[in-house]
């Protein structure tokens, strides 16, 4: 099995309990934590972050009260894994979620366990993609849409829920996370007629072509859907009177669902967008560029609850609160393209500026099973986009970027961060190549990557979802 030593999961349980504070003993009061996701957002759409087309107003108004990080990345841009990444504090490798589809290893624990150890109640509304309940006892909360591909999928929000456990207690703190389904394909919410589809401006690696600019706009729509439940849900904390207690953060999670972001290693499919807010703590109109991942967004809520916990993320909080600016050296990533497609296996490491990428098995070509369908409501510009590539120039360019890649690239994402100019072969960076080389080297090493192997079926199916439903039911029918 191609994984560490998964008591990790376990010690850090305990490693939370025993830095409890005794009974009776005098503690710092403890924040409530409401964590919002997003959903398929890439990061630069946000205005805050420089996009514009839609004007976040929420979200920067969110920013404007708290601190905006420049440098934050999920260590897979697919929605299952970096979910676990985020709830359990390890990568992916750590935790077992290692494709999309895919579930921890029963054993692995998470936030549940972690805040629950400490003595919050833990609750989750909207999408889930948390398996098994042994790993992610949520308790599940109504009122936000839980699946994200439901073709008359509409944007609903009742707040009712969210509110009752907000209120639940006055003793008692609480992590919540509201899981938007806006921005994920189908782009069905929100109001496309609110956009010119022949002003907004495409990103560079988009060709202008009719039924791309139809699709953007409704793809900018749910992200204007997704900024307005953003202030429907901060009010909802406004009204409960405990906002000045709650550390808020959100994320965009990766990228979006359009070449070149979701299921890449470029930074539109891995960089996110992470804004945190603390009354009192962190200080207002503030950003860093404090290089953090999912994996350190658990131990930093651990640690301003007053625990401890040894996971593969290590906490930011010195950098929310001002202490320090930077945080880690690396931020790693990895893709297995199995069940999406055949295998396309890719690791990565960024130190912030330029990012280094290793495609494991580069003569092949990447495929991805969602671009290729053919539904009307989901990517109705990729066959169009494919036609075009046989003629026009940026169409075949970035299709053929998409679709065949080099062993090795190297971007200077300051600079690019389109990731266009691959700097791997020129020879004024082949000192920053084989430093970024050699992280990588030694990250794989230490979470036992097998590399290529581990994008197959053969490794895929033990932690598939599918496999594990099946096996539920086999167990539930043997009790009949």
């Not at 703190?173 to 022949?198: I, M, Q, Y």
């Not at 204007?224 to 959100?250: Q, W």
């Not at 600016?325 to 990565?348: C, F, L, Q, T």
Request: with cysteine.
């Amino acid at each position: 099995m191609y994984r560490r030593d998964f008591m990790k999961g376990w010690l850090a349980v305990g490693a939370t309990l025993m830095n409890m504070p005794a009974l009776g003993q005098e503690r710092r009061p403890r924040p409530n934590f409401l964590l919002i996701i997003g959903d398929d957002t890439t990061y630069e759409e946000l205005s805050c972050y420089g996009g514009r087309n839609v004007k976040t107003k929420n979200i920067d108004q969110l920013a404007g009260e708290g601190v905006l990080f420049r440098r934050a990345y999920t260590a897979m841009a697919m929605c299952v894994p970096c979910r676990h990444e985020l709830y359990t504090g390890l990568y992916p490798l750590g935790n077992g979620s290692c494709w999309n589809h895919s579930i921890s290893h029963p054993g692995v624990k998470s936030v549940c366990h972690h805040l629950g150890g400490l003595g919050y109640r833990v609750g989750l509304t909207g999408k889930r993609h948390v398996d098994p309940p042994s790993v992610f006892p949520f308790e599940f909360i109504e009122g936000f849409e839980p699946n994200c591909i439901h073709r008359a999928r509409v944007s609903r929000a009742e707040l009712g829920g969210i509110k009752e456990f907000m209120n639940r207690s006055a003793e008692q703190p609480f992590f919540l996370a509201v899981c938007l389904t806006d921005s994920h394909v189908p782009w069905t919410t929100g109001a496309p007629a609110h956009f010119d589809k022949e002003k907004v401006v495409l990103p560079p690696i988009y060709p202008d072509l009719p039924e791309v600019r139809q699709d953007y706009v409704k793809y900018l729509a749910e992200v204007e859907e997704l900024d307005r439940i953003v202030g429907e849900v901060l009010n909802a904390l406004d009204d409960s009177g405990k906002a000045d207690d709650t550390l808020v953060l959100f994320t965009s999670e990766q990228g979006a669902q359009w070449p070149g972001a979701k299921w890449t290693n470029w930074e539109a499919g891995l960089r996110t967008g992470l804004i945190c807010r603390w009354p009192g703590k962190v200080e207002r109109r503030s950003e860093t560029r404090a290089l953090v991942q999912y994996a350190d967004i658990l131990p930093t809520l651990i640690d301003a609850a007053g625990g401890r916990a040894e996971l593969d993320g290590t906490s930011f909080l010195d950098v929310l609160l001002g202490k320090k600016d930077k945080h880690r050296d690396y931020a790693y990533a990895m893709h297995n393209n199995v069940p999406e497609g055949p295998p396309y296996p890719i690791r990565s490491v960024t130190d912030g500026r330029y990012r280094f990428i290793r495609n494991l098995l580069p003569d092949a070509e990447y495929v991805e099973k969602h671009m290729e369908d053919v539904q009307p409501t989901w990517h109705s510009y990729w066959q169009p986009w494919k036609k075009a590539a046989e003629v026009e120039g940026l169409a075949q360019a970035m299709f053929r970027r998409f679709r065949k890649r080099p062993a090795e690239e190297l971007y200077d994402t300051v600079a690019d961060t389109a990731c266009l100019e691959n700097l791997a072969e020129r020879p004024g960076f082949a000192e920053v190549k084989g430093k970024l080389s050699q992280a990588l080297d030694a990250w794989m090493k230490s979470e036992e990557d097998p590399g290529a192997a581990l994008d197959t079926e053969k490794a895929f199916r033990p932690l598939s979802l599918a496999k594990f439903h099946a096996d539920q039911r086999a167990k539930r029918k043997g009790k009949d």
